[in-house]
């Protein structure tokens, strides 16, 4: 699955990366160079970082799933021990 910006992230994007070149780097870079640059990042590294945060989500809900049993328990042939906790006891 590509990662796909839309025109606005993409705009914002590339002024972060111009302004990253400007402050960090001491020089600056173009902004045809700069969406080249993003492109690649997305292209290459993107799925690194979300194939990441599937498998992080897939963890969490794993988790979650494991406590249903212990959330959602009900004890089953509950009907008669109300009567008995209030029923004086035959001797």
């Not at 111009?18 to 700069?34: C, K, L, S, T, V």
């Not at 590294?45 to 809900?61: F, K, M, S, T």
């Amino acid at each position: 699955m590509s990662i796909e910006l839309n025109k606005e992230e993409r705009q914002q994007a590339i002024a972060s990366i111009e302004r990253y070149f400007r402050e960090q780097m001491d020089e600056p870079i173009g902004n045809i160079a700069a969406a080249g640059l993003l492109g690649f990042v997305l292209e290459e590294i993107g799925p690194l970082v979300y194939n990441r945060a599937v498998a992080d989500a897939q963890e969490r809900l794993q988790a979650r799933i494991g406590e249903l049993d212990i959330e959602l328990h009900e004890e089953a042939f509950g009907y008669w021990r109300k009567f008995e906790r209030d029923k004086p006891r035959k001797r």
